[in-house]
């Protein structure tokens, strides 16, 4: 969703830190974008719709100068994309200026008090009615502070919220609520931002804000207090020096260095991505304990959103076959339709990228509260699913900027399937000789991708689907979960309908639109060589069929002029290590499918990377 970054420096001008934190933060939104200032005594304030390259050359914000700013990129909830609704906002007076990410439940209700109270409000977002309700609580109020204690104590929903007023130059006011927000700790500045890569070109020392917190930065200092309750309380410096983390991700790894998109690089770095998975899990004592907790569970469930979702899948799969235990896959959104019948024994398997999606982080909560244990799977350290897990099991794929998840889902499955193995020694299902043998296997994981993404980029065409409107990518078994992936990939860049069901049901709806030219993938897995059958109805029916394979098993079909065959080298029978040569072909296929109709991948309409909203 939205991104933000505030900046308080002592003597150095905070604008390039600024724009650079835009830069950084902008697959996090990208409808429009702003900035404020403070400059002498008022606010300086650049807002526009758009992208953040046009919006800093058009208003020449690097020439802008001042010791305190805030940025913002957005990804719109309440009202469109407009130079009017973009952040940051202000309060009637233009004294206090206001950027936030979430969205204000009682929006309705506050915007009706404010207007009756004679507040101005000028655009549609629930933003505004922060900085108005501050305003209203000063005269109330012995202090800026007091004011926007008070404000946020009336707030429902979720927020991240940086606050500027010109009467106190030095500081920024923050408070978080479901929405993630950091402080970055520099020499002479701090920073405030909803996520890690803002402020990677600055400083690796982090705080990790916590719901219900909010406080103030200077250049020099950091004041944090918890909203109870019972009121206000106050976190003492000590206590917050040890929440300081040093993050280790680096600044090439967050650049696009010399990839004309992120996703490209990010397939790319998948073999150091999965081998890192791989090398940073096989000994850490949370996987071991993670299936320890597993393996002891009354009932398993998996739950996700998107692409960690599909991971999940995936698990399921290799826990009900190496592991002989079955487990439940459920949508994050959706946890209601199994929550009643969760409880004391269970364990919830939640996996998320980013560890902030909205969804599964009240999947989890309302998992946890009727008593089941949390083990998270996620890439970022600090993230709010790591703080609400009981064993966090770390992905250590480096960030992710593409809003099409690519590397993260091999990691994902990368984590899971080690997951697997040791519920599998520890149930006494595999012994250690067995797990030993397929570890050497999953080792060799990278070596296996990096070979199929050349191969992929030989095999898919540079301009793929034209003209396609809808297309159908099926699979049978393991094949089936990777089609769900690869049609979620083409649909959310290339604006392709591209629906996948498992093959086997073609017969009972989805082959009746099929007719002369329709195209039709397959990912065809070693363990479902029955897929054949449903490649013959769809040849009969005249599709365009091209499957897509791995090279260690025969499949009965011949190619011919409207059957293509993609083989992609696998030597090995294991079916832990099939999803490694065969998602690659469709990231690049539904990469090139959206450069060559116009798009930009790394920033697909309607999607942000991490969906903080309900
Ligand atoms: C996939 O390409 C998307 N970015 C999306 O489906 C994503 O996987 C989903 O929003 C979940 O995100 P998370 O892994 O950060 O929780």
């Given at each position: 969703m939205c991104g933000i970054i505030g900046v308080c420096a002592l003597?150095?001008?905070v604008t390039p830190i600024i724009s650079l934190g835009l830069r950084r933060l902008e697959y996090r939104g990208y409808d429009s974008v702003g900035i404020a200032i403070v400059s002498g005594d008022g606010l300086i304030i650049r807002k526009a719709k758009g992208d953040v390259d046009s919006f800093l050359s058009k208003f020449k914000v690097e020439e802008l100068s001042g010791l305190t700013g805030l940025g913002h990129t957005r990804w719109a909830t309440h009202g469109p994309p407009s130079d009017v609704n973009a952040h940051p906002h202000t309060d009637c007076s233009g004294r206090i200026a206001i950027v936030h990410n979430g969205v204000i439940r009682n929006y309705n209700t506050i915007k009706r008090v404010l207007e009756l109270r004679g507040h101005r409000i000028a655009s549609e977002t629930d933003t505004e009615l922060i900085a108005h309700l501050i305003e209203d609580e000063m005269p109330f109020s012995s202090s800026f502070f007091e004011a926007f204690v008070r404000a946020i104590s009336r707030l429902e929903g979720s927020y991240a919220i940086a606050v500027i007023n010109v009467e106190e130059p030095n500081r920024i006011y923050f408070a978080r609520m479901k929405s993630p927000l950091i402080i970055g700790l520099g020499e002479g500045f701090n920073i405030v931002s909803s996520d890690i890569p803002a402020l990677l070109d600055y400083t690796r020392r982090v705080i990790v804000l916590e719901d219900g917190e909010l406080g103030w930065v200077t250049a020099t200092e950091v004041k944090l207090f918890k909203l109870t309750e019972l009121g206000l309380i106050r976190v003492e410096d000590d206590d917050l020096s040890t929440r300081v983390r040093f993050i280790e991700w680096s600044v090439e790894e967050a650049?696009?260095?010399?990839?004309?998109h992120f996703m490209l690089k990010e397939i790319f770095e998948q073999p150091y991505s999965i081998k890192s998975t791989y090398e940073g899990n096989v000994e850490d004592p949370a996987l071991r304990m993670a299936a320890s907790m597993l393996w002891s569970s009354r009932n398993i469930i998996v739950t996700g959103a998107g692409t960690s979702y599909h991971a999940g899948l995936v698990f399921s799969y290799y826990l009900s076959r190496i592991a002989r235990r079955l487990s439940y896959n459920i949508i994050a959104s959706e946890h209601k339709l199994i929550e009643d019948s969760v409880g004391k024994g269970d364990v919830v398997i939640a996996i998320s990228q980013?560890?902030?999606?909205f969804d599964t982080l009240e999947a989890v909560r309302a998992f946890k509260a009727r008593g089941a244990r949390v083990i998270g799977v996620t890439?970022?350290?600090?993230s709010a699913l790591s703080r609400e897990s009981d064993v966090v099991v770390y992905m250590r794929a480096g960030p992710e900027i593409g809003v099409a998840a690519t590397k993260t889902y091999t990691s994902q499955i990368m984590s899971l399937s080690l997951l697997t193995l040791f519920a599998a020694l520890e149930g006494g299902v595999l012994d250690r000789s067995e797990v030993e043998d397929k570890l050497v296997k999953l080792s060799r994981a990278h070596e296996i991708t990096a070979k199929a993404i050349e191969e992929s980029l030989k095999h898919v065409p540079e301009n793929p689907l034209v003209g396609s409107k809808s297309i159908y990518m099926l699979g049978r078994g393991l094949g089936s979960l990777i089609a769900r992936e690869a049609a979620l990939k083409v649909k959310e860049i290339a604006y392709i309908h591209a629906e996948s069901y498992p093959a086997g049901e073609s017969k009972h709806g989805p082959i009746a639109l099929v007719e002369k030219g329709f195209p039709v993938y397959f990912v065809a897995t070693?363990?479902?060589?029955?897929i054949a059958g449903n490649v013959m109805e769809m040849r009969a029916r005249g599709a365009h069929v091209t499957i897509v394979k791995t090279s260690n098993w025969r499949l009965d079909v011949e190619p011919g002029d409207s059957v293509e065959i993609v083989e992609i080298p696998?030597?090995?029978?294991?079916?832990?290590?099939?999803?490694y040569p065969l998602i690659p072909y469709f990231q690049v296929l539904a990469y090139r499918a959206s450069v060559a109709r116009g798009y930009n991948p790394d920033k697909p309409r309607n999607l942000a990377k991490t969906v903080t909203v309900e």
């Open positions: 003597n150095r001008n650049s696009k260095q010399g990839f004309p980013s560890g902030e999606t890439n970022v350290v600090g070693s363990d479902s060589p029955e696998l030597e090995d029978s294991e079916i832990l290590l099939e999803p």
